[in-house]
């Protein structure tokens, strides 16, 4: 479980096939290295990852297949910057709102509209997952907790603020660029125990 606030940007040392040749190993060096343990979910652009081994200078996760069908991890570089986040604690303050690190599908920025040091950012997603969208709702995007600012016909708008842009990869965002989006969980457990009384109203 995440909270949408990025720790950390670190920097992909490596990605590259396991020993199945199917899932990917992916190398990443970051200072939160050296406190990680062994087992410890860290979110990578948004997408929960194990680690299964770390030095004091970087960490290494297995993602499988499923993960790189679903994702952008599969498409990452040596180089790359990508955002961090550890699982909460108890003692974490919820400054986002509930993630969990499970991507439900890959978006794509539309348009990057600058106002003052703001930026709207316009995604356009899948129209099946338009159920899950409503203005001033919440969004975690690459990872990133945001707030929906306007909804479009198979679209949202978010905004970003400069300390956003400052602290995430997000300021390399520009039209065309594909990011992973996780829409929030509660809106997915509301319809999933109203659909047996929908369905008997509707019958």
């Known amino acids: 479980m995440f909270t949408g606030i990025v720790e950390a940007v670190g920097e992909v040392i490596a990605l590259v ?3 199945d040749q199917v899932s990917r ?3 990443v060096a970051s200072p939160l290295a050296r406190d990680l343990e062994l087992g410890e979910s860290v979110s990578v652009n948004g997408v929960c990852l194990t680690v299964i ?3 004091d200078a970087e960490f290494f996760m297995q993602i ?3 993960t790189l069908r679903l994702t952008t991890l599969g498409g990452l570089r040596p180089g790359q910057r990508v955002n961090l986040e550890r699982s909460v604690t108890p003692a974490t303050r919820l400054g ?3 993630v969990l690190g499970h991507v439900d599908t ?3 920025i539309q348009a990057v509209t600058p106002e003052g040091e703001a930026r709207h950012v316009e995604v356009a997603f899948p ?3 338009g159920r899950w969208v409503l203005p001033q709702g919440s969004i975690a995007i690459d990872g990133v907790s945001l707030t929906i600012v306007k909804v479009g016909e198979g679209s949202l708008t978010v905004t970003l603020i400069p300390h956003t842009l400052a602290h995430t990869i997000l300021s390399h965002w520009q039209s065309g ?3 992973n989006l996780e829409f929030d969980v509660l809106g997915k457990f509301v319809e999933h125990l109203l659909a047996p009384y929908r369905a008997v109203k509707e019958g």
């Open 53 to 55: 081994a770390q030095t």
């Open 25 to 27: 190993r992916l190398a």
């Open 177 to 179: 660029t594909a990011v």
């Open 96 to 98: 986002g709102h509930w």
């Open 106 to 108: 890959v978006g794509r």
């Open 17 to 19: 096939p396991d020993a």
């Open 127 to 129: 129209p099946e997952y």
């Open 64 to 66: 499988s297949p499923t």
